[in-house]
């Protein structure tokens, strides 16, 4: 039995120059009906922050992610946002004593009339906690979107959502 050289073997495994092109071309269809759907889910941010001014430098209050009313004395700030549906939630911390600023048109609703939140994280409460120990407000929308805002009984934790109505 006689021996290939190297050379008789690379070019036995090499595919001809017009189908390797469709080769590549079929790739690239299979690779973009693959990932294009996909790449969706990479529109999904979440940012977290110790300070409101942290949230500032870092443009959050101008791209409309984080409310310009959020206090400048919040702290521990939670948010995610997604930007292909505009839809976001945002959850800090206050000085209790401190009142919050809310725009006029919040408006307070019974907890469980909201509209749920578009994302599931592990720093937003369940449902039974936000109806149980939240009061909750409903605000003018936003692009479509439902608004509201939660203030914990203890006045010391605030939610922000917008979110698709139901």
Not at 58 to 68: L, R, T
Not at 117 to 138: I, K
């Amino acid at each position: 039995m006689r021996r290939q050289s190297l050379q008789e073997v690379q070019d036995a495994q090499r595919i001809p120059t017009s189908r390797s092109s469709a080769y590549s071309s079929v790739k690239l269809a299979v690779a973009l009906v693959l990932c294009v759907p996909l790449s969706a889910c990479g529109l999904v941010m979440d940012s977290a922050f110790d300070t409101t001014q942290e949230a500032i430098d870092a443009d959050m209050v101008d791209k409309g992610w984080i409310p310009d009313w959020v206090p400048h004395a919040a702290t521990h700030l939670r948010e995610v946002h997604d930007l292909d549906s505009n839809t976001s939630a945002l959850a800090f911390t206050k000085p209790r004593t401190l009142p919050l600023k809310l725009p006029a048109d919040c408006r307070a609703i019974a907890s469980g009339d909201s509209d749920p939140v578009a994302f599931n994280r592990n720093w937003w409460p369940g449902e039974a906690t936000l109806n149980g120990s939240y009061r909750v407000l409903r605000c003018t929308p936003q692009s479509g979107k439902s608004v509201f805002v939660a203030v914990s009984r203890s006045e010391d934790r605030v939610l922000f959502w917008r979110t698709y109505p139901r």
